[in-house]
């Protein structure tokens, strides 16, 4: 039988032809599938530096502010400083109608003068006709004392009668008492004596009485307590004022402070001796530095805020006033360079730290869980999930797993615009505008 050649010759002819086929039509497929795989935005993940400020409004106040009053009641005669004036310790401010009490010091000086002369005459004359009445006493007593014995032994012998000795008993009585009363009198007058002792304590009254009425003249004459500045002054000459009643407002002298209330949610990030850039809106041009100083101990319950005071980093710039409204800008964290990307580009989070995020990879949208550092308003930092050039799918229609085509796109971590609040609901404004 003759030979037949096999029949798989022909079949193995058209396996190239067959091969080419197949993969022609798979890549078909495959490109068919692309051009329906949808377009989504992407960003590519980069080393930048990061930031982290709130922004807030604050207030300025000076160490200490004072209200000055008169402690007693008066005319006022004259008002010697005007609002925003300059003043240095002890410079008269304003002085009351004082002749009433002029003349109330002098005569209590008077007075005075009056109880010291009494004083002077008890222990001069007063004493030495004390000692000479002493002396006069005693003499009529030894007199009298001679009569009486005298008179007895004339009775005794008959010469005279009984009531010549009872007229000598009766002087001898009187003698000694005169004496006794002599000697009592020159006492009183001694250093230690009733009379004296008196004396000294109506001086003493005497004394007071001119001290407190010198006191009242010199509460006519309103001074500043310490280097100072005028801020209010609500007196004019001619008014009756009256104590309790404040005449002048001054700020006195010392560092001027900046006082702001931030939101009780950002506490986490405040810290002393933070720098701070301050900005007033009718000098915007003119910025100055800040830190913060302290943090008050306690919240505000009511705002939900908390006080914060700042110290200037330099001189205060002239334009500065009391209870001016400033724009302050706080720096709470800073990168000089991280991974960073928008918080928009975030999944689900499921704890502070830890979040998931889609990635382009293969032409697929794959999920990457990502831990994440520093936190702003519109970005954060990666620490760990992700590498520069990682392209992260900001599209959050997008589903894990499903096919897309990239569309690049530019992102930078802007700065919040600076807040125009309402002074009166500093609390409520400040939930909407701090930090960045």
């Not at 250093?191 to 001086?203: E, I, K, M, R, S």
């Not at 306690?298 to 009391?322: C, M, S, T």
């Not at 990682?390 to 897309?404: A, H, N, Q, Y």
Request: net charge positive; aromatic share 2%.
């Amino acid at each position: 039988m003759p030979d037949h050649p096999p029949r798989s010759a022909p079949m193995k002819r058209y396996w190239p032809w067959l091969a080419g086929g197949i993969a022609a039509v798979a890549l078909a497929v495959t490109g068919w599938v692309l051009l329906r795989a949808p377009r989504v935005d992407v960003l590519e993940i980069r080393q930048a530096p990061l930031v982290r400020t709130l922004q807030f409004s604050a207030r300025v106040a000076t160490l200490s502010r004072v209200d000055i009053g008169s402690t007693v009641t008066g005319r006022v005669a004259q008002v010697l400083v005007s609002e925003g004036a300059q003043v240095r310790k002890g410079q008269l401010l304003v002085q009351l109608e004082s002749d009433e009490l002029r003349a109330a010091v002098a005569q209590a000086a008077a007075t005075e003068q009056q109880a010291v002369a009494r004083i002077a005459g008890l222990r001069s004359s007063g004493r030495s006709s004390a000692l000479a009445g002493v002396a006069q006493a005693d003499s009529t007593l030894k007199a009298a004392q001679a009569e009486l014995l005298r008179t007895r032994q004339l009775v005794a012998q008959g010469f005279v009668s009984a009531s010549r000795l009872d007229d000598a008993q009766r002087a001898f009585d009187v003698a000694r008492a005169q004496q006794t009363s002599a000697g009592a009198q020159a006492q009183a007058n001694g250093d230690g004596g009733t009379d004296l002792v008196q004396a000294q304590a109506q001086l003493a009254l005497a004394r007071a009485a001119t001290q407190a009425a010198q006191a009242r003249l010199v509460q006519t004459a309103v001074s500043a307590p310490s280097d100072a500045r005028v801020l209010v002054r609500q007196v004019e000459p001619g008014q009756i004022v009256q104590p309790g009643r404040a005449l002048l407002s001054l700020a006195l002298a010392g560092p001027t402070q900046l006082i702001a209330q931030v939101d009780e949610r950002f506490l986490d990030q405040l810290k002393p001796g933070q720098q701070a850039s301050v900005v007033a809106d009718a000098f915007p041009g003119q910025r100055f530095g800040a830190r913060v100083l302290s943090i008050a101990p306690a919240v505000d319950a009511q705002r939900g805020a908390i006080e914060l005071k700042f110290a200037l980093d330099q001189q205060p710039p002239p334009f500065l006033r009391e209870d001016m409204t400033l724009s302050v800008e706080l720096e709470t964290g800073r990168r000089e360079q991280a991974l960073t990307l928008p918080l928009s580009a975030l999944r689900s989070q499921t704890s502070e730290t830890s979040a998931t995020v889609l990635v382009a990879r293969d032409g697929k949208a794959q999920q990457q869980v990502v831990r994440l550092g520093l936190r702003t308003l519109d970005a954060a930092e990666v620490l760990q999930g992700l590498s520069a050039g990682d392209l992260v799918v900001l599209d959050s229609k997008v589903e894990p797993g499903s096919r897309i085509r990239t569309q690049l796109v530019g992102w930078q971590a802007g700065k919040l615009a600076a807040m125009k609040s309402d002074k009166a609901d500093a609390g409520s404004a400040l939930t909407n505008a701090m930090g960045r």
